[in-house]
């Protein structure tokens, strides 16, 4: 693997694939003969001894989870499945072999009132819960009302994309204290905004910069005002993603200097928003799974200020996004912010709060960030520089394929059926849990793998994409830096699971991405 390049195609091996290599690389079992995955065991460790520091894995995450967590991560699969339509297993009355059919996998009658007791507990709940400030135990009702089963079922897998299922669930569970009736609640509320606030997926991901290129000619008024304050912003540069922190993660850069209250309309800045954070969203893998956001405040004055964009924006992370904050840098601030901070802290959840840094010169800064990996213009010694690629016009011929789109859609809905019903017995069958969870983990790799073949399909090129950042081509690549010119340059430091493969300390100045 090259130093400059982090590389998603290669999943994180949890401990279980190194303690129980035996069942899995020697005699495997009947179940893991099932799983259409083929993989090289000596690879496989080789990645886990290259690029991971045994026991590192951050908590709460796939690979690190204690029995209490586990056994959380199962109720709310439980729950979620059964939401679906998905019928789930009776773990308490019976104990099912390898062999059972997921058909009898039946639910218990205490399993079956689930919602029941929800639906109780949400009536139970007062109007200060701040689990609940935005509103989401009642969306959580209207979607149970209004949507079947199977509507959510496709929205859920929509949502996951190239992550681990589990990795998602977790999400949930870690931003509502491991408490799996409030995780659930806010997951389905989270797909609600999804689907039918925002349409991520089918509209602001599937259109993306080319549709606003069409529409800013549009005959429709506010159609055309949308697309050219979207297309402004790209322009402009006024957020962007380029690099890694010191612990891996992506960064999203924010000049507040290049917004003006009154530039844009608030759909068009929201849009902008969500845009940049699920194509930030990609660059996420299990082995990192926050950003980090570094907002560049030189230059600011009070025309700069609108506190509605920065509501929407904390309501996101907190709201339908959990858990993917890894630390927020306010860089520079000048005396006159301070009060604003004042304000905008009490919005903010006390766990967010806490990532909140403020840095004032490049010394400070690098106390998150290499300066190799700082750019120019905040003062360091990075020379990459933003600038606005347009879309060209065949960019995204493959979406009209939809022979091919469909014949990728039904080969993932078959491995999604495939890791639900193993999900089932993976709760049901205490016996052979640990085997069952190699497979789970097998077909977690199969859905990210086959994500990044249907990409090209459903999500029309960025920016990112254009300049080679986002190579969905070679599996999903993320290259941040081009290579080192410099031939005998310092091996970089030890990778983690959680900080991603290292970066190289020098990079051309010629370089595109």
């Known amino acids: 693997m090259s130093n400059c390049i982090v590389s998603p195609s290669i999943p994180f091996i949890p401990a279980c694939f190194l303690v129980a290599g035996s069942v899995f690389f020697g005699r495997k079992s009947k179940i893991l003969e099932e799983t259409e995955v083929q993989i090289n065991p000596t690879s496989i460790v080789g990645v886990a001894l290259d690029n991971v520091m045994v026991g590192s894995v ?9 029995a209490d967590q586990e056994a959380k991560l199962q109720e709310l699969w439980t729950a979620t499945l059964t939401v679906f339509g998905v019928q789930a297993p009776d773990t308490e009355n019976r104990q099912s072999g390898p062999g059972t059919a997921t058909s009898d996998l039946t639910p218990s009658k205490k399993k079956q009132s689930i919602f029941r ?5 949400d009536n139970n709940k007062t109007s200060g819960d701040q689990n609940d400030k935005y509103g989401q135990s009642k969306a959580f009702q209207q979607v149970l009302a209004t949507q079947n ?128 954070i699920e194509t930030a969203r990609l660059l996420l893998a299990s082995h990192v799974d926050t950003a980090a956001i570094v907002f560049d405040m030189t230059g600011f004055s009070m025309a700069n200020m609108d506190y509605a964009p920065v509501k929407f924006m904390i309501k996101c992370f907190e709201a339908n996004y959990p858990e993917s904050l890894g630390v927020i840098l306010v860089h520079k601030s000048p005396w006159i912010f301070h009060s604003i901070w004042n304000i905008i802290k009490g919005w903010l959840d006390p766990v967010v709060a806490k990532k909140v840094h403020f840095t004032r010169n490049i010394d400070e800064l690098e106390q998150f960030i290499e300066k190799s990996h700082i750019i120019k213009e905040l003062g360091g010694d990075d020379p990459w520089e933003y600038k606005y690629v347009e879309p060209s016009v065949d960019e995204n011929q493959t979406m009209a394929d939809e022979i091919r789109t469909n014949q990728l859609l039904e080969e993932r809905a078959k491995i999604v059926k495939e890791y639900e019903s193993t999900t089932q017995a993976w709760i049901a069958d205490s016996e052979n849990r640990t085997t069952l969870q190699l497979k789970r983990t097998a077909l977690a790799e199969r859905l990210r793998a086959g994500y990044w073949q249907l990409d090209p399909y459903v999500r029309a090129r960025s920016l990112y994409d254009r300049i080679g950042m986002i190579r969905a081509s070679e599996g999903g690549v993320i290259q941040y830096y081009g290579k080192s010119e410099t031939p005998n340059a310092p091996k970089p430091l030890i990778a983690s699971p959680h900080n ?14």
């Open 500 to 513: 991603g493969p290292p970066l190289p300390a020098e990079h051309r100045a010629d370089d595109v991405d």
């Open 149 to 276: 089963p199977e509507s959510l079922r496709k929205a859920f897998w929509s949502m996951v994309k190239h992550d681990n299922p589990d990795g998602l669930l977790l999400r949930f569970l870690r931003a509502r204290k491991w408490d799996v009736h409030n995780a659930l609640v806010m997951m389905i509320a989270t797909m609600n905004w999804r689907m039918h606030e925002v349409h991520v997926d089918d509209d602001v991901m599937k259109k993306g910069e080319s549709q606003a290129m069409q529409d800013k000619s549009s005959g429709n008024a506010t159609v055309k005002k949308e697309a050219q304050d979207f297309l402004a912003q790209m322009r402009l540069g006024k957020s962007f993603l380029h690099g890694t922190d010191k612990e891996g993660r992506p960064m999203c850069f924010v000049r507040v200097r290049l917004h003006k209250q009154g530039d844009q309309s608030e759909t068009s800045l929201e849009r902008y928003t969500v845009y940049t």
């Open 117 to 121: 007791k929800q639906k109780d507990e």
């Open 58 to 66: 951050l908590p709460g995450r796939p690979g690190n989870l204690t």
